[in-house]
């Protein structure tokens, strides 16, 4: 597939952490900068050096201090792979370290090859994980790291485990009788910017019982038939989206529950031509979204 987090490049390797003045020369460590300030909370940025975001402790500088702790991602090739996570401003870093080596996971699918990808996507979904289950949601005591990137509970009376949870949405491509395709956009999108349809799993739904509910529920769209193409984790921040073409009859389109500002049905000759005139924008071809899409234009 060409779309972009699909590559497995880790091996497993014990989940831990470990301080920086155990680090071996064998090892590569993604810095990862999280924003904390409120308007940017949740947003990731990755050191980078030619082209690389897997670096020695030499090139992250005054960045590391001996005491400082890295979580153990696995092994890649001859390597152990750690995360350092700054969770500070870049702004306040170091000003030996420019603003332009820093990319976020999206820039890294466009500009690094797909394994370094791949590991930049992992790394942000397990520090999603740990950095919000410090405590157990039965007790209310800490937590401690085990196997798999489980979570322990320290209370003795207590123990529960959990393990990192991946959170399932489906995306298709609903195309009608007449062979057009049914685009959407939210209004906080790029102006001009469409997509398909997608949509979040909800507790005792089958994977189609979900597409045909979130096509009906954003557009209004009765749906005949899916079938799964294709899936693509989703690192905002743990997700997996899992690709269907969906067909149906020709309707009206009804976007009144509000996900949608807007949805309609195209050909493929008016995507085209709008697209080239940049009347239409399509999602970035690292993702599943753009997959479906050009798919359905090939055939």
């Known amino acids: 597939m060409p779309f972009a987090f699909k590559s497995q490049a880790l091996s497993s390797l014990p ?21 904390s300030n409120e308007e940017q909370r949740g947003k990731h940025k990755f050191l980078t050096h030619d082209k690389n975001i897997l670096l020695t402790e030499n090139q992250l500088g005054e960045l590391i201090t001996p005491t400082d702790k890295l979580l153990v991602l696995g092994q890649y090739r001859d390597s152990r792979i750690l995360l350092l996570s700054k969770n500070t401003l870049i702004e306040n870093q170091n000003t030996a ?6 990319l976020d996971i999206r820039s890294i699918a466009a500009c690094l ?11 942000i979904s397990l520090n ?12 209310g005591h ?7 990137h489980s979570r322990s509970c320290q209370n ?19 195309i009608n009788d007449k062979d057009e395709i049914l685009l959407g956009r939210q209004a906080s999108w790029d102006e001009n910017r469409y997509s398909v349809i997608a949509g979040f799993l909800s507790y005792g739904e089958t994977l189609e019982d979900c597409v045909a509910r979130e096509v009906k529920e954003e557009t209004g769209v009765i749906i005949e038939s899916c079938q799964y193409l294709a899936s693509q984790p989703w690192p905002f921040p743990g997700s997996i989206m899992l690709g269907f073409t969906v067909k ?15 949805a309609f049905w195209i050909s493929k000759d008016e995507l085209l031509k709008q697209k080239m005139n940049k009347q239409l924008l399509l999602p970035p071809s690292l993702s599943i979204s753009r997959y479906l899409i050009d798919l359905w234009l090939e055939h």
Request: proline residues 3%; glycine residues 2%; contains cysteine.
């Open 142 to 148: 800490s937590t401690d790291i085990g196997t798999e």
């Open 15 to 35: 989940a831990s952490y470990i301080t920086a003045d155990k680090l071996r020369k064998s090892d590569r460590i993604l810095c990862l900068n999280e924003y």
């Open 248 to 262: 149906a009859k020709k309707q009206a389109i009804n976007t009144t529950d509000d996900e949608l500002e807007k």
């Open 156 to 174: 003795d009376a207590c123990k529960q485990t959990r393990f990192p949870r991946v959170d399932p949405a489906v995306i298709m491509s609903v």
């Open 113 to 123: 090859d797909a394994e370094q990808s791949t590991i930049a996507a992992t790394a």
């Open 128 to 139: 999603h994980w740990h950095a919000h289950h410090q405590f157990c949601g039965l007790c």
């Open 97 to 102: 370290i420019q603003p332009d080596n820093w």
